[in-house]
């Protein structure tokens, strides 16, 4: 995909928008390159996308953040600064969630392989579930006698 932004760029079809932002202690350039169409792999029948980056750097031109996000919603100089900001947020979410089961007790750690096709997604997803199911099923249960309850 990457080759394809080189080239969309080498055409002039990737766009760019730069904003300075103040944090109070420092001026911070965010930079946002976006281009729309490219397609998601090198073949006929590729997916295409809206493709955007968002790259910060400070004052003496130091790169604090750099990330690219792809969707199928139409970006714009006046949208991609939302899109950006929500595909960040979606990766702070997804990444806190996983470092909770990792390191909280849940064992996400343990790595059950790939599989043939989709092995570890349906293990990780029964681990989800098993974790869910038991606040919901304790009270159904009689821990002391190990009977369920009528």
């Not at 139409?74 to 990792?102: F, H, M, Q, S, Y």
């Not at 009270?139 to 006698?145: E, F, K, M, Q």
Request: glycine fraction near 6%.
């Amino acid at each position: 995909m990457y080759e394809w932004v080189e080239d969309f760029q080498r055409l002039g079809w990737v766009s760019v928008l730069e904003k300075q932002r103040w944090t109070g202690k420092q001026r911070l350039t965010e930079r946002y390159r976006f281009a729309h169409q490219v397609p998601l792999r090198d073949s006929d029948d590729a997916l295409l996308v809206n493709w955007c980056e968002v790259e910060i750097t400070d004052e003496l031109g130091g790169i604090i953040y750099r990330n690219a996000f792809v969707t199928d919603h139409p970006i714009t100089a006046d949208t991609v600064v939302e899109i950006v900001r929500v595909g960040r947020t979606r990766w702070k979410i997804e990444n806190e969630n996983n470092n909770t089961l990792k390191n909280n007790g849940y064992n996400f750690a343990h790595n059950f392989g790939h599989g043939k096709k989709h092995l570890s997604s349906l293990l990780a997803s029964l681990n989800i579930l098993a974790f869910w199911c038991i606040p919901c099923c304790s009270g159904l249960i009689d821990v002391t006698n190990c009977s369920v309850k009528n």
